[in-house]
C-alpha cells in the first residue's frame, strides 16, 4: 500500500497569505490525488482531484499541483472561513487518506 | 442536489453487530460506486471499503477486511454497512460517500454528515 504524509501537520497563517499544504507519497502515484477540506464538525467537502481538477463550486483562491510523489494544495489568499483541517487521499493501488494538516488563523 | 443520509448509529456492546443504512437522492443511485470512511474521536479519515453498482464488486481496506460488509439495494436507493465484533476502537463518525471512478482508482465527491457508532459496554 501506499503510504502518505502531509506536512505541516498544524499550520498558522493570517487572512491574505498565501499558504501551502504539502503531500507525499510513499511511492509515484501518477497524480491519482484528491484534497479535502474538513470544518469542525462536518463531513469533508472534495475540492480537488486528479491533482489540478477542481470540484465545481471551490473558489479559484484553491489549487492544486504536484507529481510524482510530491503534491502541494495552495490557497492563494486566505479567508476566514477557509480555517478547517485538509486531508490528501490517493486513489492508487488502493485509498489511503494523509494524517492531515490543521490550518489555523494567526 | 445530491443528498446522502446515514442512520442506525449509537450505543451498541462490545462484541455485537451493527448494520448501518445511508439514504440516497439526487442523484442516479445506480450509476455510482458508493463507499465509506470512519473518523475515530478527533482522529484522520479512515477509508473502509466500496461497492459497484451492480452490487457484485467489493474493495475493502486490507485492514479492516474480515470487520466489514457493504452492500446497496438499487431499488430502495441505499447503501449498508454491517459491522461485525464490535470493539472500542470503532468507535467512529461513519460517512458514506458518492465515488467517482478515475484513472487508476476511485475517489469520494459528495459525502454525508455522519452517523455516530460508539462502542462501550
Known amino acids: 500500500d501506499v503510504q502518505i504524509t502531509q506536512s505541516p501537520s498544524l499550520l498558522s497563517a493570517s487572512v491574505g497569505d498565501r499558504v501551502t499544504l504539502s503531500c507525499k507519497a510513499s511511492?509515484?502515484?501518477?497524480?491519482?490525488l484528491a484534497w479535502y477540506q474538513q470544518k469542525l464538525g462536518e463531513a469533508p467537502k472534495l475540492l480537488i482531484y486528479n491533482t489540478v481538477s477542481f470540484q465545481p463550486g471551490i473558489p479559484s483562491r484553491f489549487s492544486g499541483s504536484g507529481s510524482g510523489t510530491d503534491y502541494t494544495l495552495a490557497i492563494s489568499s486566505l479567508q476566514p472561513e477557509d480555517v478547517a483541517t485538509y486531508f490528501c487521499?490517493?486513489?492508487?493501488?488502493?485509498?489511503?487518506f494523509g494524517p492531515g494538516t490543521k490550518l489555523e488563523l494567526k | 442536489e445530491v443528498k446522502l443520509v446515514e442512520s442506525g448509529g449509537g450505543l451498541v456492546q462490545p462484541g455485537r453487530f451493527l448494520k448501518l443504512s445511508c439514504a440516497a437522492s439526487g442523484f442516479s443511485f445506480n450509476d455510482y460506486w458508493m463507499g465509506w470512511v470512519r473518523q475515530a474521536p478527533g482522529k484522520g479519515l479512515e477509508w473502509i471499503g466500496e461497492v459497484n453498482q451492480g452490487n457484485s464488486t467489493r474493495n475493502y481496506n486490507p485492514s479492516l477486511k474480515e470487520k466489514f460488509t457493504i452492500s446497496r439495494d438499487n431499488a430502495q436507493n441505499t447503501l449498508y454497512l454491517q459491522m461485525t465484533n464490535l470493539r472500542s476502537e470503532d468507535t467512529a463518525i461513519y460517512y458514506c460517500?458518492?465515488?467517482?471512478?478515475?484513472?487508476?482508482?476511485?475517489?469520494?465527491?459528495?459525502w454525508g454528515q455522519g452517523v455516530m457508532v460508539t462502542v462501550s459496554s
Open positions: 487521499l490517493t486513489y492508487y493501488s488502493g485509498n489511503t
Open positions: 460517500a458518492r465515488a467517482r471512478v478515475l484513472g487508476y482508482g476511485s475517489f469520494f465527491d459528495y
Open positions: 511511492r509515484y502515484i501518477y497524480n491519482n
